[in-house]
């Protein structure tokens, strides 16, 4: 059986890293000054469930999040109680979704940057 670690690594392809009560993938922002890193992937742990964060949303996954199994969802997250309930390729293919899209909206924001400082500076 996959652990959560194994399903973020290959979706991800990216080491894991901690930051309080959360493990991240793909650092888009390093932690300091106050600021906390940024991450494209991440996910909670919670007394009562695991928290998978999704940057584009619940709602981008709406098709495969039926075929997930035992679930919730808040806003931005799948509260997950047990992996042994839920199909850890579904789920594999909602993280590394969430994760392209991700990587692909920073990498546009940087882009958008950089031409606007060219434009100015």
Do not use: N
């Amino acid at each position: 059986m996959s652990t959560l670690l194994e399903v973020y690594a290959r979706a991800t392809q990216s080491p894991p890293h901690l930051s309080r009560h959360t493990v991240g993938y793909g650092a888009l922002r390093q932690a300091g000054d106050g600021v906390l890193p940024e991450y494209a992937a991440r996910f909670s742990l919670r007394p009562s469930a695991i928290c998978i964060h999704l940057v584009d949303g619940v709602r981008a996954h709406a098709p495969e999040l039926r075929r997930l199994g035992a679930h919730t969802v808040g806003v931005g997250h799948i509260r997950i109680t047990s992996l042994s309930q839920v199909d850890l390729g579904v789920l594999e293919r909602i993280i590394r979704t969430s994760y392209m899209t991700s990587i692909c909206r920073a990498r546009a924001g940087q882009a958008a940057l950089s031409t606007e400082k060219e434009r100015v500076g």
